[in-house]
């Protein structure tokens, strides 16, 4: 670990942005209905609309597909099967090297022989319009030879269980053991080592947007043009160049706006990339906009975890050691590039993070299935392994007698032992455990909460409070995928330009997903340069003209690309300042910029402005000094080098009310404190923290993608698959410590994670806080459904 | 998410609508506000040959006071009677559903006689018809005819209207004096179809029950009314006895489907915890 000193000039420039909650420069274009979305694009008459077959069935061998009748329906374009896409293009494998073991087999854009999971794309119907497709795609007949589905984890490398891949001799995916200090010692010397086993739901994230690509290639150029929606537009234009052998300025990929991600759009999906290749085939614009059903059983979906906790705790409150034996269910194959095995491995990585312990052991298995791919979604791992975490220690809280806070206090790490490691052995640079937690409790009102929910429980109100620290990985380096092999970006860069009228344009790799990522970008481009943000356009999201970068993923973007951004800006301000100083004959260093005017550094007098530098630099360059050449753009690149990633961290706390006739649970409150170093936009942040924590509640009570023994997901609906809605929701309110990266001048770190990283372990430590009581055994088995908590109090 | 084609009628008189079903059959369906139909449509779980809109059909929309009832023409929206001043005073028990019954902007297209004439067996409309003793008027070719809510619901989204026939009208009795009702369902999340839902209708006097029905929804293929549960309140006035008795017949009495909500057990234990709330403040005044 390093000991780093960051220079935070940025935070010092007079007309500051940073800290301040500017409004979103793209929500009037949104609101007005202004967007460019995929499904926007329209290519004109020659398009072709995909519509995909999707297999009835979670397993079954392709025995004949009959595509003659589908061929001669009206406005059929042409229906094509796997065999023909697969002489175009190459598999992949979804393995990264340094997950050691993990296996995979190749997956095809459409599967050659055998479907491994109900509503995988099979054969792909393009036609005039999206309707006559999937008019079309019900007459394509497959003569299926039915095969049994694996579909339960517990069984999955049993020796009689069907093997789905024989290539790959056995359903493990990938297996990780781990072991720090001597959790068996730990045990002998702890008062109470206590075991729970914790289930979390498959589930999967609903965006409002879904899934779109609209592909055109040109062969007279040999030019793949697609605009698609995904978050990071560089890797797609790799991965489509790499598996249609075609060079990578072949291949352009224009993200406009997008509607919502989480972690869904980061992915290889399979009918994509074979709408890719129906364009190249039919050489042909080629649109697939997925529909909410296919969604369903498409979209990666994530968690399902079965973990063993145990903790080792003394009656003093020392934690001395956690121990978990996870089981994951992933679909098929394991999903490429970012692979199936990630969800897992943080698992295993962040495990007890906030705590101070010594001895640790964990194993991780990952087994195939025939259900839909699972992947990563927002805050990958991190609501796993909190919850298992969070609820251990509050069993460590009952087993001891301790109020559930002081628990805490006693074990979270000091804020002042940074820079220090986990007991894993990761790098934590600077976080802030005791305070956050002081700051809940504080916003909270802890006591006088507690008096509360006990005067109620007195006259048959059934209130809980729940308690829960967390640290997430954010800013990651090319330690998460990049070592692995995968053809990642861990940097991002920026380009910024003055123009001719004194107007900053800016280029960055990270993408906006309706997140704000544009207001951000603002804020750090006007405050680095020294204009105001009206004077600044930008533009994301286009391999032909962003700088290669990451794309916005695992709440990179603000810390990654934005730093990125504030070196490019304080680039451009300079360059700027030479050639006024070279109008002004004045020395660059009396000068600064400072609201779109360059002054007197010393005075902050007006000098010159920039539309006049524009226009001479560009217009009458004559006039300049012999050997003066301005040059208006500069390119900055930022990638985080002595960390592998900046953890942040935070507390957050659930208040609700249990129904016990009825088995329903009432969110009252909700609280999130977190540090997420420097906040560039509060408005933002905050928007962040609570859409986060709402998707950790789905996670706790609503959202569960219900499969039967035999693979059929049975709620691939938006009336049955239950997304949480506002009027189920509690007030969220946030809260911030600040201790910025020392990595980097900005200083932020991600916050796009953390609420649904504590929520569900709040909820879930909540609830059993009201049960408690009643002598309910805990209940640990997410989404808690009135019908778990009705079992759990013996009413039915 | 495309339906599979079919042809679009505009009905501007009954007569229209007549036609088209006698021509086509069983592949033609009446399109009223489209809230569950064009879903159907769009999710390829039905593929009808022609929709005969109703829309522009006159006389079919709007609440009618008839004297004793209610008049409530199949075309009102949802939206007209959750703010009609006639409803919210001679049929409370359909103020206080109408909230319930999905969301505003299906409230805003959604039409009172597409949810009775859809018969969802875990829909409000149905069982709140039942419960107040509705009558719905069917017309045909050769003319209309009137049923008893009681045999209109036949079974799982099957009714009384025939083949070549239409909903046009559902008669609402007014509240009687002496009489209450209340509303109360259990759906895990608002706007949701819900579990399990109950509309009791009864009559009290001097804080003893008199007759009523207490008709739940998501209970089973239709709307079901528990008589003999209702049977216990006659005479007696509430209590947490009284409560229990009836939690135990309605656990005899209802047989209630499973899904992934909820098994058998839970909706039974549901439905007694229902009627308790439902009817403890109906009892206390």
């Known amino acids: ?796 | 998410m495309k339906p599979a084609p079919f042809a679009y009628v505009r009905a501007e008189t009954l007569d229209d609508v007549f036609r088209v079903l006698d021509e086509r059959g069983d592949g033609a369906r009446v399109l009223a506000g489209g809230q569950s139909l064009v879903a159907t449509l769009n999710m390829r779980l039905s593929a009808p040959e022609v929709l005969v809109d109703i829309g522009r059909v006159a006389g079919l929309a709007g609440i009618e006071d008839a004297g004793d009832t209610l008049r409530i023409g199949a075309m009102t929206r949802h939206v007209e009677v959750e703010t009609s001043e006639l409803a919210a005073a001679h049929t409370p028990l359909l103020a206080s559903a109408m909230p319930h019954v999905a969301h505003p902007a299906i409230r805003n297209r959604g039409t009172f006689g597409g949810s009775i004439a859809f018969a969802d067996p875990a829909a409000e409309l149905p069982a709140c018809a039942v419960a107040l003793g509705a009558r719905m008027t069917i017309a045909g070719r050769g003319g209309s005819r009137t049923v008893d809510a009681d045999s209109f619901f036949r079974g799982l989204y099957e009714t009384a209207v025939g083949p070549g026939e239409v909903l046009t009208a559902v008669e609402v009795p007014k509240i009687a004096a002496g009489w209450r009702s209340g509303f109360m369902e259990l759906a895990r999340r608002h706007g949701d179809y819900a579990i399990i839902g109950l509309a009791a209708h009864v009559q009290v006097d001097g804080g003893r029950f008199g007759g009523g029905r207490l008709v739940f929804f998501g209970a089973g293929d239709r709307p079901v009314s528990a008589t003999r549960s209702a049977a216990l309140l006659e005479g007696e006035a509430w209590s947490d006895a009284l409560a229990a008795r009836i939690a135990d017949e309605l656990k005899e009495e209802l047989d209630p489907f499973e899904d992934l909500n909820a098994d058998a057990a839970m909706r039974r234990h549901l439905a007694g915890v229902l009627v308790g709330r439902t009817l403890a403040p109906l009892a206390a005044g």
């Open chain 1, 1 to 796: 670990m390093t000991d780093l000193v960051a220079d935070r000039w940025i935070l010092d420039r007079p007309n500051s942005y940073i800290g301040r909650s500017v409004p979103r420069p793209n929500a009037p274009r949104l609101a007005e209905g202004r967007g460019t979305f995929v499904d926007d694009v329209e290519l004109g008459r020659r398009t072709g609309h995909a519509a995909f077959v999707r297999s009835p069935h979670a397993h079954a061998r392709i025995r004949s597909i009959d595509t003659e009748a589908a061929r001669a329906a009206p406005g059929v374009i042409a229906v094509v099967t796997g065999r023909e896409l697969a002489e175009i293009h190459d598999p992949w494998v979804g393995v990264l090297t340094h997950l050691e073991g993990l296996k995979s087999a190749p997956q095809y854009a459409l599967p050659l022989d055998t479907a491994t999971w109900q509503g995988e794309a099979v054969a792909a119907v393009v036609a005039e319009s999206r309707a006559k497709a999937e008019d079309a795609a019900e007459l394509v007949a497959i003569d299926w030879e039915v095969r049994p589905a694996v579909t339960d984890p517990a069984t999955a490398l049993d020796p009689d269980t069907t093997v789905i891949h024989e290539s790959l001799g056995d359903n493990l995916a990938w297996r990780r053991n781990a072991n720090f200090g001597d959790v068996e010692a730990a045990y002998a010397e702890a008062d109470h080592v206590i075991e729970e086993t914790f289930v979390f739901a498959r589930h999967t994230g609903v965006c409002v947007e879904p899934r779109a690509i609209l592909a055109d290639f040109n062969p007279a150029e040999e030019q793949l043009t697609v605009w698609h929606n995904t978050q990071c537009p560089h890797m797609i234009q790799n991965i489509l160049a790499t598996h249609y052998r075609l060079d990578e300025h072949r291949v352009r990929v224009i993200a406009r706006d997008v509607g919502g991600s989480f972690g869904i759009k980061v992915h290889t999906y399979a009918d994509e990339i074979a709408t890719a290749g129906l364009s190249i085939l039919l050489k042909r614009p080629v649109k697939f906009v997925a529909d909410r059903m296919e969604s369903f059983v498409s979209d990666i979906h994530a968690r399902d975890h079965r973990v063993r906790g145990t903790i080792a705790v003394r009656n003093d409150g020392a934690i001395l050691a956690f121990e978990i034996d996870a089981l994951t269910g992933i679909g098929p194959y394991s999903m490429y590039p970012r692979t199936s095995g990630i969800e897992a491995n943080q698992i295993v990585n962040l495990m007890g993070g906030p705590y101070v312990f010594d001895h640790y052991r964990a194993q991780a298995t990952v087994v195939f299935q025939n259900k839909n791919m699972m992947c990563q979604y927002r805050a990958v791992g991190h609501p796993i392994k909190c919850a298992v975490t969070e609820g251990l220690v509050d069993s460590a809280a009952r087993a001891t007698g301790l109020d559930p806070a002081e628990l805490r206090r006693r074990n979270l790490r000091a804020d002042d032992s940074y820079p220090c490691r986990s007991a894993q052995g990761l790098p934590f640079e600077n976080l802030s455990h005791q305070e956050s937690l002081a700051k809940l409790l504080e916003a909270m009102d802890y006591e006088a909460l507690k008096a509360e929910r006990d005067a109620l429980r007195e006259r048959g109100v059934h209130r809980g409070i729940g308690l829960a620290s967390f640290i997430e990985v954010t800013n990651p380096s090319a330690m998460f995928y990049g070592v692995g092999g995968a053809r990642i970006s861990a940097q991002d860069g920026a380009t910024m330009r003055l123009d001719a009228r004194g107007n900053v344009f800016v280029a960055t790799g990270a993408t906006e997903q309706g997140q704000g990522m544009e207001a951000v970008i603002s804020q750090v481009a006007a405050t680095a340069v020294g204009v105001p943000p009206e004077r600044l356009r930008i533009v994301t999201g286009d391999t032909d003209h962003t700088p290669y970068g990451g794309g916005t993923w695992a709440s990179r973007a603000a810390g990654i690309g934005g730093e990125a951004v504030a070196q490019a800006g304080r680039a451009l301000r300079q360059q700027i300042l030479r050639a006024a100083a070279a109008m002004l004959q004045e020395e660059a260093a009396n000068l600064d910029l400072r609201g779109g005017v360059v002054v007197d550094a010393a005075t902050g007098a007006e000098r010159i402005g920039l539309d006049e530098i524009g226009r001479i630099c560009y217009y009458r360059p004559d006039t300049l000094p012999d050997g003066f050449q301005a040059e208006l753009v500069a390119t900055r690149h930022y990638v985080p080098r002595k960390y592998p990633f900046a953890f942040t961290n935070g507390a957050q706390a659930s208040y609700l009310e249990v129904d016990v006739e009825t088995g329903f649970i009432t969110l009252i409150d909700h609280w999130c404190v977190e540090d997420c170093g420097t906040v560039i936009n509060p408005l933002l942040v905050d928007e962040q923290i609570r859409g986060g924590i709402v998707q950790g509640l789905g996670g706790a009570l609503f959202e569960e993608c219900v499969y039967d023994r035999d693979g059929q997901m049975l709620n691939a609906n938006m009336a049955d698959y239950l997304v949480p809605m506002a009027a189920e929701l509690p007030d969220m309110k946030c809260g911030h410590v600040e201790s910025p990266t020392a990595e980097s001048d900005l200083g932020a770190k991600g916050a796009g994670e953390a609420g649904t990283c504590g929520a569900p372990a709040a909820v879930m430590n909540a609830l059993n806080d009201a049960l408690a009581p009643l002598g309910a055994k805990p209940l640990t088995d997410m989404p808690f459904t009135p019908r778990k908590v009705l079992r759990a109090l013996g009413r039915i």
